[in-house]
Structure formats: C-alpha cells, structure tokens
T-cell receptor, first 113, second 116 residues
Framework: AQSVAQPEDQVNVAEGNPLTVKCTYS??????LFWYVQYPNRGLQFLLK??????LVKGSYGFEAEFNKSQTSFHLKKPSALVSDSALYFC???????????FGSGTRLLVRP | NAGVMQNPRHLVRRRGQEARLRCSPM?????VYWYRQLPEEGLKFMVY????????ESGMPKERFSAEFPKEGPSILRIQQVVRGDSAAYFC??????????????FGPGTRLTVL
C-alpha cells in the first residue's frame, strides 16, 4: 500500500537553531513530493515541491527540502527557525500515475523563543 | 487574485440532516479536489472533479456522499443523513486548467462540520 510517514508527532527547537521535519514515503514509480503548512483553523499553505532535477528544493519562508531517492525521504529543513514557524507541517506524495495527494499524519513544530 | 474559497467555514448539523459544502476554485482553475481531515490525522483524498465530470471518486464513501462541479457555480460536496462520524474538516483544493500531474494543488480554508 502507498503511504507517507512522518515519524515525529512533534519537533521542538529554539529560535535561531536549524530545524528538520522528517518524511519518508512508500510509493512506486517516480512520485512528486510536497510540503504544506497548516496554521490553527486555517487551510493548508503550499511550501515547496519536488518534481525532478536538483535534489535540494527551495521554497517559501526560507524552507528547503532534500529529496533522497535511495532512502525514499523528503525531509524539510530551515537553517534558522522563527517562533512564527510554529505550525503543523504535512508531507504529501503524488504518485506519478495519479492526481491524488497522499498525506502524512503531520508533525507539529514548536519553536520556543 | 483570490484563493480557493469555501463556505460555510463552520457547519453544525444534527444526525440525519443534510450537509452541503461549497468550494469556489482559484480564478483560472478548473480542477477541484476534496479531502477530509479527521481530528489529529492527515488529509484523506475523497474525489477529483473537472467541470461537469467526476474524474476519480475512489476516496468517497459509497453511500450518502456525492460531489458535483457544474459548468457554472461552485463545486458542491453533499452529505446526506449525516452521522457523528462525519464530523471532520473538509478541504477543497484546486489546480490550473492545464494541469499536469505535477501541478500544485492550492487549498481553501476548509469547512468544519460538526454533527450533534
């Protein structure tokens, strides 16, 4: 079965420190990979995506993600966290034969001042 | 350019009533997707529609749920005879008219349905 795993329910970092939110997937073929962020009582905002090409993808608000095909991972990173980055982050995968997004269960990021 | 619009934002229904959720895609988008988010879970795909066509409804429950996207007007997700288990946030997303598989889906703010 196709699935996306976000192994950490919550990630805690201090402001100014680097952050990583992990994502691994189990999808056949060459999927397309996405990160979204959700603030309380809001919809999902698109952060970045990997389709093809350079394994390091840069997105909104200083976030980036690294695609690793051998490890089937797409970890989200930011060099210096801000308190305002605190939110719920979702990794999503779109199989290359489908239009539907398969979401992970989400990781809550808490950045403390 | 307005984003994806959904209304109502909050909807309360009693068991057995009908719920109608509306979604207006971004301007220039004619592909609409509906997802459901149960508490403390990720989003689950329900249905993918283009104007006047249901393309993929593999995530829709077989009974009580239906979706449409008419030539004019918003997309509608309709839940008949709601039950408490239908309580969730329902999100709509849209993508451009010339979508390729890799195109981004942009999400609306969601409708939070509560069934009493």
């Amino acid at each position: 079965a196709q699935s996306v795993a976000q192994p950490e329910d919550q990630v805690n970092v201090a402001e100014g420190n680097p952050l990583t939110v992990k994502c691994t997937y189990s999808v056949s073929g060459n999927p397309y990979l996405f990160w979204y962020v959700q603030y309380p009582n809001r919809g999902l905002q698109f952060l970045l995506k990997y389709i093809t090409g350079d394994n390091l993808v840069k997105g909104s608000y200083g976030f980036e993600a690294e695609f690793n095909k051998s490890q089937t991972s797409f970890h989200l990173k930011k060099p210096s966290a801000l308190v305002s980055d605190s939110a719920l982050y979702f990794c999503a995968v779109r199989p290359d034969s489908s239009y539907k997004l398969i979401f992970g269960s989400g990781t809550r990021l808490l950045v403390r001042p | 350019n307005a984003g994806v619009m959904q209304n109502p934002r909050h909807l309360v229904r009693r068991r057995g009533q009908e719920a109608r959720l509306r979604c207006s895609p971004m301007k220039g988008h004619s592909h609409v997707y509906w997802y459901r988010q149960l508490p403390e879970e990720g989003l689950k795909f329900m249905v993918y529609l283009q104007k006047e066509n249901i393309i993929d409804e593999s995530g829709m429950p077989k009974e009580r749920f239906s979706a449409e996207f008419p030539k004019e007007g918003p997309s509608i997700l309709r839940i008949q005879q709601v039950v408490r288990g239908d309580s969730a946030a329902y999100f709509c997303a849209s993508s451009p008219s010339d979508s390729g598989i890799g195109d981004t889906q942009y999400f609306g703010p969601g409708t939070r349905l509560t069934v009493l």
